[in-house]
C-alpha cells in the first residue's frame, strides 16, 4: 500500500510538467522543415485544436548519387509523445513520411520512417526530472531517384537507431538524442550504395524560444576507387522564438497608447560540406545553406494600462512589457517601482514568465507545504506549482512568503529556472564579485553558473549586492533581462 | 583631498592595526550568515582606562571579573585617589553601602535618588550631607529596615547612637544582615523566587553555625542553598564584616536577577572575523572596527569600534570595556578566535561589557546521530557510547533550513540523508557544533578536491579551493607526483588515477606532469598516507564558454595574438591567444594566423577566480564561425515600407555596389530586419529605428544598408543615413588612417573623414573603421563633405603566385608527377620558350579538363589508347604543383578590359578593349568608337582571379580582365565585324 501511495505521489508531481523538450520536427533523416512554432500566449486560456498528424514544408540535400541535391516537399509528422506527461514508464508511435521531388523537377523521394518509442521518466531528482526514450524501428520504405539512377532501400541490410535523454528543468526542456543509422540501397543496376549517418540532435524547449539542432556525419560508399564516395557534414538547425515590439497607435484621441506584439518566428536552416574531395564538384556544391522561412505568425498582447506614472522612469519599458506579457500582474499603483518585492510575488511573476502550469492548485487545492503559505494564500497556486517544478524546496516550513527577496535569492532561484546551475561546477566556489565574501554559501554555485554565463553580472564596481533587497523595478528589469535571454542568447551554442 | 585628513585616517587605522594581529578567519561562513543582532558601543574610550581600571585590583585578583563587571553596568563605583582610580576591596562594606548595592541591583537607584530629592525638600539641608538617605528610605519602604532604623540612619551625628540597640549607617554591615537583606531585596522584584527556608540543612555543615541570631537563620539557609553566598572553612562568619570585594562577587552571583532587572543578556560567543575601515569625511574622519561574532546560538552578533577624529584633530572612540588577560582594556584587545561573554542591553541594543575566556577549547565527542526531531532549533542529539542522549547546538553554517541541508563533513547533504543511527564525531567549541564528521564517510585515502587557485612548480605547492569554498595548500614532491589530466578536447570515460586500482600500461592520453596543471583545473589531490604530501592528481580542465566578435587584433608572430573581442551587448575583453592554440574553422585547424578582424568565434576558456574581483582566463581553443558576420552585398536606396510584423525594411529605388559603382537597379527591395544588434547611424550618431522613420524619410536622403549572408538569405547588420550625391571613387590604397576619424588614400588629396557609421568591409567581414590599416587596398564610397560613407577593403588584385606553363608530355607517373619535355612559360602576353625538361607534381586535387570536360587523375595515364603523351597541355602552377592541366590551344593573342556584361550563354561583354599586337607587342584600342569585344568560355577556359582558378560565375562586373585568344580581334574586326573571340586563358587583374 505505502508503495502505491508513493507513485500516485510521483504521478501528480510530473503530471504539472509544462515543458517537456518535443523533438522529431525535422524528420531525423538531415532534412529541414519549417517546424511548430511556440504555443500562442492565448493558448494559456483556451486550447486552440492541433492535429495530431502535422504535415511541413520539407527540404533536404541527397548525396546519393555523388552530386549533392537539393529537394523540396513534403513531411508528415505523427509523434505524439503527451502520454510522457501523465505516465512514468511506456511507449508511444512515431512515423515520419516524406515525399519531395529535386529542384530540377527530375528527382524523386519517398520515404516513410516508423518507431515505437519506449521512455521512462526519472523523477527523484533535485530541480529536474528526466525522460529517457529508445526508439525502436517499425517501419523504413524509401526510394530516391535522383539523375538517372533510382536507388531502393534494402530493408534488411538497414538499421536505425535512435535513443534519447530529456532533462526537464523548472523552466527549460533540454535534450539529446543520439541517432545513428546504416542505409543500404539497391541502384537500378543492382550495385549496392551503403550510407552510414551518425550524429546527435540537441536543443531546448521554453516558452520564449526553442532549437532543435541536428548535426549529420554522412559517409557514403559505392566500392572501391569510385568518385561517388563521399563524407558530408550536414548541420540543420530549426528554432522558433518570440519578439516583442511596440505598436504604437496613431490616433491621439485613443484610450491607449500602444500595445505590444509578439512576432512568433520560425526558422529552419540547413548547412553541409562535402569533406571528401570530388573535382567535377564546384565550390557552391561543396558548400551548401538552404533554408526555411515561413511569414512571422503576430500575437497582440493586452494593453499595459494604469501604468502613467511610470512615464520616463528607467524601468518603465520592462514594466509595460511584463504587463503585457501577464508576468506582473499586482495592480499598479504609483510609488510601487521603489517597493520591494516580496519573495512570492517574485516566484510568481516567474511562474507566469516560464508558463508554469498552476491549473492542480487552483482548480482543487489540497496539499500545503509552508506553513505560511495555505490554500486561501493569493500565492499558494504559484508557490506549490514552483514546488512542483522543483524551482523551490522545503517541507512544512515557513517559504517566508511576504518578506522581500535579496538580490541572492532571487538569482539562484533565476539560474535553477533555466537548469544551468552545473555551470558553477563546486558546491560553494569563489566567484569573481567582489563582495564574494558577502554571498551566502549556498547561493554561490548558481551565482557563479550565472556569471559564467554572463546573465549575472556585477555593477560598476564589481559587486553583486546579495544581501540587498530588489525593488520591483529591479525585479521587472531582472524577469525581463532573463525572458530576452531566453528569447534570443541561450541559444548561441546550438545555431553554429 | 586634503593631505592632512590622509594622514590622520592612516594614523587611525593604524592605532587600531598596532593591537591587531592578523590571525586566520576561524570561521569561515560568519561574513556570509546574516548578522542577527547589531550592538553598539557607547562608552567613550578614555572613560574605561579611568573608571574601571582599578589600581588596587590587579590582574588575577580573584574578584577582578566582578569588580569590573559591576563597575561597567553602574553597580558598584571606585574611589578617585590622587588621580588613581581605587575599588578598595578590602574595605569593609558599611550598612548603608550594601543597601545602595542591592538596591542598585533591583533596579531601585532612581527611586533612592528620587526618595533623597523628597526628603531634602521635606527636612531641609541639614540632610544633605548623608548621601544614602535616599536609599534609607527606599529600604524602609520596602521593609528592610524598620522605620526606627530608617529615622536612626538619617540622624546626622552617629556618634551619639548605640552600636548595640541603634541603626548606625556606616557601621560594618553583618554577614547575617546582608544574608537577609539579600533574600528581602530579591523579593521585592521577583516576590517568590527566593524565600527563607525554615528546614535547615545546609547551616549544620557550618562549625560556627549556633553564633547565627536565630531570626537570620532562615535567611543564612537560604542564600547558602541558592550558592549565592558561602561561607570560608565551614565557617559563616555571621557577625563578621564583609569587603566590598566579596560583596561584588555576592552580587555576582545574583546576576540573573540583576540583569533581568536591568533588562540585560549575558551571551557567549566566538570572536569570528575582525575587520577593519575607514571613512574620510569633509568634518570628521572615521574609522570603524567591525567585529563579528558567532554567539552560542549559532547565531552572529556585531559590534563596531569607530574612532573619530573631527576637524581639531581631536580623537574620540566608542568601545567597550573588554577584560581581557592585561586588565582593562577595549575592543581592539579582542583576536579573532577567543571565547568571550559579553553582556548586552536589550533595550538599548548596546554592549556593555566584554570579559575574554580565552582561546576556544576544542574538544571533540562522538555518539549515535538520532533523528533531526530539533533541526529547526538547529539542535542535534547524540547518544554517546553509555547511551545518554547528549543535544548539541550546531553552528548556523552547518545546516540550511531553506534548502533542508546539512553538512556532514565537507558536504552539504539533504537532512532526509543524514546519517541517523551512524556513528559521528562532533567538534565543538564553546558548547557549539562546529564541524560534523561521519565514520566511514571519510575516504580511507584522504583526498582533497576543488579548484586550482595557485600552482607552484618553483616551491612545489597547489593551493586549492575545496568544494565548499574553503581554500587549502598542499605540497608534492615534483619528482614523484603523479599527474593526470583530462583535458578539454577529451573525450575518454576513464579519468583520474584509476591506473592505481587497475594497473594498465598501454597509452594513456591523460599522463602529464605537474606543468600541466593550470589555475581553474578542478583537481582531486590524492594524499600520502600521513597526509603530509600530495601523492598524485586528478585533473580537469574547467572551460566556460564565449562567444564574440574580434575588433582588433595584434600579432605577435609565433607567441600568438592578442584580440578584443566584443562579447555582444557591447562588453569588450581582451583575451591573449597564444601561438599554441588551435583556431578551428569547419573542423580544421587553420592556427592562430588566420584569426581576422570581424570574425565571429566561440571561445573556450580556462577561467579561474584568483580572488574576488580577480579571474584568470587563458584561452584553450577558438572556433571561427565560417558563416558568421560575412558581408553580403551593400544597398542604396530610399527608405520604404518597416513592416515590424514580418521584420522586413524595403528599400525603394535601389542600387547594389559593384567594383564599377552603383548598379542593379531595382524599384524595390525586400531586406530581412531579423538579426540581433542592427545598428542604424546618421552624421556618425547612432540613431533608433523610429527615428529613420521618421525624420529621414526626405526628397535627397538615401539609406546605405550592409547585409550579411544568413544561409540562403541576407540580413541587415548597419543602415546609415546620408544626405546628398555620393562620389564611388577607384580602388586604391590607403596611405594613412587613424582609425577613428580620418584615413587618405594615394590617389586623392587630403583627409576623407571616417565616423562610428562608416560601413567598413575586410577580409568579407563587416568591420570597425580602426580596422582600416595603411597600406589596405579599398574601394571608397564618399557621401557629400569628404565624408566615407563605405570603405570596402579588397585584396590587392595579384597573381603573382601562378605561373602558367605549356608543354608536350614526355612521362606520366600516375598520380604523382608528370613531366613535359620543353615548355613555354607565359610572362605578360608572351610564351617564352624554354627547352628544359620541367616535372610537375600531381596529386588528387590536381584538374585535369579537355573540351569535353574533367579526365579523372586515373585516366591521366602514359599508356594503352588513353596515354596522354605527345600531347600539348597549358599548367597552371603553383610553384611546382600543377593545379591545372588544360588541354586547349595555342593562345597568343590578347586582349583586355572591363566587364560590363556576363551573360547567361557563356559569353562576357568587356568594354574598353584593348588588343595586343604579338608583332608589335603593343596595345591598340579595338575601334575608336563602340569600343567593346565579346569573350566566349569554353570548357577548357580557365579564369585566374588572386592566384586562384575561379568559376565562371565568380567573375564580377568591373572586373578587368586580360584574356588570351587565338585569334587578333583587330584584324577579324576589320575582316569579318565579328567582334567575338574565344578566351582559353584570363586573367582578373
Redesign the interface.
Known amino acids: 500500500m505505502r508503495k502505491l501511495i508513493i507513485i500516485g505521489i510521483m504521478m501528480t508531481l510530473f503530471l504539472s510538467q509544462n515543458v517537456y523538450g518535443k523533438e522529431g520536427d525535422m524528420g531525423h533523416m538531415g532534412g529541414i522543415s519549417e517546424g511548430s512554432n511556440l504555443p500562442k500566449t492565448i493558448e494559456r486560456y483556451v486550447t486552440i485544436p492541433t492535429n495530431k498528424t502535422r504535415t511541413y514544408q520539407y527540404k533536404e540535400v541527397v548525396f546519393l548519387s555523388g552530386v549533392p541535391t537539393e529537394f523540396n516537399g513534403t513531411i508528415t509528422i505523427n509523434n505524439d509523445d503527451s502520454v510522457t506527461k501523465t505516465k512514468t514508464e511506456g511507449s508511444y508511435k512515431e512515423t515520419y513520411t516524406v515525399t519531395a521531388t529535386s529542384v530540377d523537377g527530375e528527382g524523386e523521394l519517398q520515404r516513410t520512417l516508423a518507431f515505437t518509442t519506449y521512455y521512462k521518466v526519472n523523477d527523484n531528482m533535485d530541480f529536474k526530472n528526466q525522460i529517457i526514450t529508445n526508439s525502436v524501428l517499425t517501419n523504413w520504405v524509401e526510394e530516391v531517384t535522383v539523375g538517372d539512377a533510382t536507388y531502393t532501400l534494402d530493408r534488411v541490410g538497414s538499421s536505425y537507431s535512435k535513443a534519447g535523454v530529456k532533462d526537464l528543468t523548472p523552466g527549460v526542456a533540454y535534450f539529446s538524442t543520439t541517432i545513428s543509422y546504416v542505409a543500404k540501397f539497391l541502384d537500378g543496376d543492382g550495385n549496392p550504395v551503403t550510407l552510414t549517418s551518425n550524429g546527435s540532435n540537441y536543443g531546448y524547449d521554453q516558452p520564449w524560444s526553442k532549437i532543435e539542432t541536428q548535426e549529420r556525419n554522412i559517409g557514403i560508399s559505392k566500392g572501391e576507387?569510385n568518385?561517388g564516395n563521399m563524407q558530408v557534414?550536414v548541420q540543420t538547425v530549426h528554432e522558433a522564438k518570440k519578439?516583442i515590439?511596440y505598436?504604437a497607435t496613431e490616433p491621439f484621441a485613443i484610450s491607449f497608447g500602444g500595445t505590444y506584439?509578439q512576432?512568433m518566428?520560425s526558422e529552419s536552416?540547413?548547412?553541409y560540406?562535402v569533406?571528401s574531395?570530388h573535382?567535377?564538384l564546384?565550390?557552391?556544391q561543396k558548400y551548401g545553406?538552404?533554408?526555411i522561412?515561413m511569414?512571422?505568425q503576430?500575437e497582440k498582447l493586452p494593453i499595459p494600462s494604469n501604468l502613467d506614472f511610470l512615464q520616463g522612469h528607467w524601468a518603465e519599458a520592462d514594466f509595460k512589457k511584463l504587463y503585457s506579457m501577464e508576468v506582473f500582474t499586482e495592480v499598479p499603483h504609483s510609488g510601487m517601482q521603489y517597493e520591494a518585492i516580496s519573495r512570492g510575488a517574485y516566484i510568481k511573476a516567474l511562474c507566469l514568465a516560464m508558463n508554469i502550469d498552476i491549473s492542480k492548485y487552483t482548480t482543487r487545492p489540497r496539499k500545503v507545504i509552508f506553513g505560511d503559505v495555505p490554500v486561501t494564500h493569493p500565492y499558494y497556486p504559484y508557490i506549490m506549482a514552483a514546488y512542483d517544478q522543483k524551482l523551490i524546496?522545503?517541507?512544512g516550513?515557513n517559504f517566508d512568503v511576504d518578506r522581500p527577496i535579496n538580490r541572492e535569492e532571487a538569482f539562484v532561484v533565476y539560474v535553477r529556472v533555466i537548469g544551468l546551475e552545473r555551470?558553477g561546477?563546486?558546491?560553494?566556489?569563489?566567484?569573481?564579485?567582489?563582495?564574494?565574501?558577502?554571498?551566502?554559501?549556498?547561493a554561490?554555485k548558481e551565482i557563479m553558473a550565472g556569471y559564467?554565463l554572463?546573465i549575472i553580472k556585477g555593477d560598476e564596481l564589481?559587486r553583486v549586492k546579495p544581501?540587498q533587497w530588489i525593488s520591483k523595478s529591479e525585479a521587472a528589469a531582472i524577469i525581463n533581462r532573463l525572458i530576452d535571454y531566453l528569447r534570443?542568447?541561450i541559444g548561441?551554442?546550438y545555431r553554429? | 583631498m586634503n593631505r592632512k585628513r590622509w594622514i590622520i585616517l592612516l594614523c587611525l587605522i593604524y592605532v587600531m592595526q598596532s593591537s591587531w594581529t592578523s590571525m586566520a578567519v576561524t570561521d569561515r561562513?560568519i561574513?556570509?550568515?546574516?548578522v542577527a543582532n547589531v550592538y553598539k558601543a557607547n562608552i567613550l574610550g578614555q572613560t574605561i582606562t579611568d573608571n574601571l581600571s582599578f589600581s588596587d585590583v590587579p590582574v588575577g585578583h580573584w574578584a577582578k571579573d566582578p569588580i569590573t563587571r559591576l563597575g561597567a553596568l553602574s553597580i558598584v563605583k571606585g574611589y578617585n585617589e590622587n588621580n588613581a582610580m581605587r575599588y578598595r576591596p578590602n574595605g569593609n562594606v558599611s550598612k548603608q553601602e550594601a543597601l545602595a548595592f542591592l538596591l542598585r541591583v533591583v533596579g531601585l537607584e532612581a527611586a533612592a535618588n528620587q526618595a533623597a530629592e523628597n526628603i531634602e525638600v521635606g527636612e531641609g539641608e541639614g540632610l544633605l550631607s548623608i548621601w544614602s538617605k535616599g536609599y534609607l528610605q527606599v529600604a524602609a519602604n520596602n521593609g528592610l529596615i524598620t522605620q526606627l532604623e530608617l529615622a536612626d540612619g538619617l540622624i546626622i551625628d552617629q556618634t551619639a547612637l548605640d552600636p548595640a540597640f541603634n541603626f548606625i549607617r556606616s557601621q560594618n554591615v553583618s554577614r547575617e544582615q546582608v544574608a537577609k537583606w539579600l533574600v528581602q531585596a530579591i523579593n521585592i522584584i521577583n516576590p517568590g523566587s527566593i524565600e527563607p527556608i525554615y528546614v535547615n540543612n545546609k547551616i549544620f555543615t557550618l562549625s560556627d553555625w549556633q553564633s547565627i541570631d536565630i531570626a537570620f537563620v532562615p535567611y543564612v539557609e537560604a542564600v547558602m542553598q541558592a550558592g549565592i553566598m558561602v561561607g570560608d572553612a565551614n565557617r559563616f562568619r555571621p557577625k563578621g564584616s564583609l569587603t566590598r570585594a566579596e560583596m561584588a562577587q555576592v552580587i555576582a552571583n545574583i546576576d540573573d536577577i540583576l540583569y533581568e532587572t536591568l533588562d540585560k543578556t549575558v551571551k557567549g560567543g566566538i570572536v569570528g572575523s575582525i575587520s577593519d575601515a575607514g571613512v574620510i569625511g569633509s568634518i570628521n574622519n572615521e574609522s570603524k572596527r567591525t567585529i563579528l561574532i558567532r554567539n552560542d546560538e549559532g547565531l552572529v552578533d556585531q559590534v563596531d569600534l569607530i574612532v573619530t577624529s573631527n576637524e581639531l584633530n581631536k580623537i574620540s572612540r566608542l568601545d567597550v570595556p573588554v577584560l581581557g588577560p592585561n586588565g582593562v582594556r577595549g575592543l581592539s584587545s579582542l583576536r579573532e578566535g577567543q571565547s568571550i561573554v559579553y553582556i548586552v542591553d536589550n533595550t538599548t541594543l548596546e554592549m556593555e561589557y566584554v570579559v575574554i575566556k580565552g582561546d576556544i577549547a576544542t574538544t571533540q565527542v562522538k555518539g549515535v546521530l538520532q533523528p533531526l526531531a530539533d533541526i529547526?532549533n538547529g539542535n542535534v542529539t547524540i547518544k554517546n557510547a553509555s547511551g545518554v542522549p547528549i543535544t548539541y547546538k550546531l553552528s548556523v553554517?552547518l545546516y540550511?533550513?531553506?534548502?533542508?541541508?546539512i553538512k556532514i563533513g565537507e558536504?552539504?547533504r539533504s537532512i532526509d540523508n543524514a546519517p541517523v543511527s551512524y556513528t559521528i564525531t562532533l567538534t565543538v567549541q564553546n558548547n557549539l557544533v562546529t564541524k560534523i564528521d561521519q565514520e566511514g564517510a571519510t575516504p580511507l585515502s584522504s583526498e582533497v578536491s576543488?579548484?586550482v587557485?595557485e600552482v607552484n612548480t618553483q616551491f612545489n605547492f597547489i593551493t586549492i579551493?575545496?568544494?565548499?569554498?574553503g581554500e587549502v595548500t598542499k605540497y608534492f614532491n615534483r619528482d614523484q607526483v603523479r599527474v593526470e589530466k583530462q583535458n578539454y578536447y577529451d573525450v575518454e570515460d576513464e579519468i583520474g588515477y584509476i591506473d592505481e586500482i587497475f594497473p594498465d600500461y598501454r597509452f594513456d592520453e591523460r599522463d602529464t606532469g605537474i606543468e600541466a596543471i593550470e589555475v581553474g583545473d578542478?583537481v582531486h589531490l590524492l594524499m600520502s598516507s600521513n597526509g603530509q604530501y600530495i601523492e598524485a592528481i586528478s585533473a580537469k580542465t574547467?572551460y566556460?564558454?564565449?562567444?564574440g566578435e574580434i575588433v582588433s587584433l595584434v600579432s605577435y608572430g609565433a607567441g600568438g595574438v592578442n584580440i578584443r573581442v566584443n562579447?555582444?551587448n557591447g562588453s569588450i575583453g581582451t583575451l591573449n591567444v597564444d601561438g599554441f592554440v588551435p583556431v578551428l574553422r569547419?573542423?580544421r585547424n587553420i592556427g592562430v594566423g588566420n584569426l581576422q578582424v570581424g570574425q565571429m568565434i566561440?571561445i573556450l576558456m580556462n577561467?579561474g577566480?584568483l580572488?574576488?574581483?580577480?579571474?584568470v582566463e587563458t584561452v584553450k581553443q577558438i572556433?571561427v564561425?565560417p558563416?558568421?558576420n560575412i558581408y553580403a552585398r551593400i544597398y542604396k536606396g530610399d527608405l520604404g515600407y518597416m513592416n515590424?510584423?514580418?521584420?522586413t525594411l524595403s528599400l525603394l529605388n535601389t542600387y547594389h555596389l559593384t567594383k564599377t559603382g552603383w548598379s542593379g537597379y531595382n524599384p524595390m527591395t525586400d531586406l530581412e530586419l531579423?538579426g540581433?544588434g542592427v545598428e542604424i547611424f546618421h552624421n556618425g550618431n547612432q540613431i533608433s529605428l523610429s527615428y529613420a522613420d521618421r525624420f529621414l524619410r526626405t526628397d535627397t536622403m538615401k539609406a546605405y544598408v550592409v547585409t550579411e549572408?544568413?544561409?540562403?538569405?541576407e540580413r541587415i547588420k548597419k543602415i546609415v543615413f546620408e544626405d546628398g550625391r555620393d562620389d564611388v571613387l577607384a580602388s586604391t590604397n590607403v596611405s594613412y588612417s587613424n582609425g577613428y576619424d580620418a584615413i587618405r588614400l594615394i590617389s586623392t588629396i587630403g583627409d576623407i573623414g571616417i565616423n562610428p557609421g562608416t560601413i567598413v568591409l575586410k577580409n568579407n567581414h563587416i568591420v570597425s573603421t580602426g580596422s582600416i590599416l595603411s597600406p589596405d587596398y579599398a574601394q571608397v564610397v564618399l557621401a557629400g563633405q569628404g565624408r566615407a560613407v563605405i570603405v570596402n577593403v579588397i585584396p590587392e588584385p595579384n597573381n603573382e603566385a601562378i605561373s602558367v606553363f605549356r608543354g608536350r608530355i614526355s612521362n606520366i607517373e600516375t598520380n604523382r608527377e608528370v613531366k613535359v619535355e620543353s615548355h613555354a612559360i607565359l610572362k605578360d602576353m608572351t610564351w617564352i620558350y624554354s627547352p628544359i625538361q620541367r616535372e610537375f607534381t600531381l596529386s588528387?586535387?590536381t584538374?585535369i579538363k579537355d573540351a569535353s570536360g574533367?579526365i579523372?587523375?586515373?585516366d591521366f595515364i602514359d599508356y594503352s589508347e588513353l596515354s596522354k603523351v605527345d600531347e600539348v597541355y597549358t599548367i597552371i602552377a603553383e610553384g611546382t604543383k600543377a593545379t591545372h592541366l588544360i588541354k586547349n590551344p595555342y593562345a597568343t593573342e590578347g586582349v583586355v578590359g572591363e566587364i560590363y556584361s556576363i551573360n547567361g550563354d557563356n559569353t562576357i561583354r568587356i568594354k574598353d578593349a584593348l588588343v595586343y599586337d604579338s608583332t608589335t607587342k603593343l596595345w591598340t584600342e579595338l575601334s575608336l568608337t563602340n569600343n567593346y569585344a565579346t569573350l566566349e568560355l569554353l570548357t577548357e577556359s580557365v579564369i585566374i582571379k588572386n592566384n586562384k582558378v575561379i568559376?565562371m560565375?565568380d567573375l564580377e562586373l568591373g572586373d578587368r580582365v586580360r584574356a588570351m585568344v587565338t585569334v587578333d580581334l583587330s584584324e577579324q574586326l576589320k575582316l569579318t565585324g565579328n567582334r567575338q573571340a574565344t578566351g582559353y586563358i584570363l586573367f582578373v587583374e
Request: charged share 30%.
Open positions: 576507387g568518385t557534414r519578439t515590439y505598436d506584439n512576432r518566428e536552416n540547413l548547412t560540406e569533406l574531395y573535382s567535377n564546384t565550390n557552391s545553406r538552404i533554408s522561412k511569414a512571422n503576430i524546496k522545503g517541507t516550513e555551470l561546477v563546486t558546491q560553494s566556489p569563489m566567484t569573481p564579485f567582489v563582495d564574494d565574501a558577502t554571498i551566502a554559501s549556498w554561490k559564467k554572463g564589481g544581501k534570443s542568447d548561441e551554442d553554429k | 561562513d561574513l556570509s550568515d546574516p529547526d553554517g540550511n533550513l531553506e534548502e533542508r541541508q558536504y552539504y576543488g579548484i587557485k579551493e575545496k568544494w565548499d569554498g578542478i574547467n566556460n564558454v564565449k562567444f562579447y555582444g569547419s573542423t566561440k577561467q577566480v580572488a574576488p574581483g580577480t579571474i572556433d564561425d558563416y558568421g515590424m510584423a514580418t521584420g531579423s540581433a549572408k544568413h544561409y540562403d538569405r588528387y586535387d584538374i574533367i579523372p587523375l586515373s568559376d560565375k
